[in-house]
């Protein structure tokens, strides 16, 4: 196992969501793997952290990573939080990924968590699984 395919695996995550239509319609281009300088967008997407756990066998190498998306809104309740939340799942659950180094075996949803910030914005962060192979 190696940490090899995570930036492959980041990549290829954040072009499949920036290229999504249903996503793209609520957000724009607001998705971020680091959070531009100055006012930051009313909504907005955001890669984050990632654990990653050998998987490899008697057939090859393999790693399964956990890694979060977040969505983050200054809008009153929920409700477009957890539609821009739908769109992030809808796009990544069993998308068809292509890496540049390995290749993407499975992608599933593992959880969410939904809270209300100090500032009275609102935070949905999303945990994806994914099962890749070094090739």
């Given at each position: 196992?190696?940490?090899?395919?995570?930036?492959?695996?980041?990549?290829?995550?954040?072009?499949?969501?920036?290229?999504?239509?249903?996503?793209?319609?609520?957000?724009?281009?607001?998705?971020?793997?680091?959070?531009?300088?100055?006012?930051?967008?009313?909504?907005?997407?955001?890669?984050g952290p990632e654990?990653?756990?050998?998987?490899?066998?008697?057939?090859?190498?393999?790693?399964?990573?956990?890694?979060?998306?977040?969505?983050?809104?200054?809008?009153a309740g929920f409700?477009?939080?957890?539609?821009?939340a739908a769109a992030?799942?809808?796009?990544?659950?069993?998308?068809?990924?292509?890496?540049?180094?390995?290749?993407?075996?499975?992608?599933?949803?593992?959880?969410?968590?939904?809270?209300?910030?100090?500032?009275?914005?609102?935070?949905?962060?999303?945990?994806?699984?994914?099962?890749?192979?070094?090739?």
């Amino acid at each position: 196992m190696s940490y090899a395919i995570s930036a492959a695996l980041q990549a290829a995550v954040y072009q499949h969501l920036l290229a999504d239509p249903a996503l793209s319609a609520l957000i724009g281009s607001d998705l971020f793997d680091a959070l531009p300088s100055g006012t930051l967008p009313q909504t907005y997407v955001a890669l984050g952290p990632e654990e990653v756990e050998d998987r490899s066998d008697a057939t090859g190498a393999g790693a399964r990573h956990r890694f979060t998306v977040s969505v983050f809104s200054d809008t009153a309740g929920f409700a477009h939080a957890k539609s821009v939340a739908a769109a992030v799942c809808d796009a990544l659950s069993d998308a068809p990924l292509l890496l540049s180094r390995g290749r993407l075996v499975g992608l599933w949803f593992d959880r969410a968590a939904a809270q209300r910030l100090s500032g009275g914005g609102r935070s949905i962060v999303l945990r994806f699984s994914a099962r890749v192979e070094d090739s």
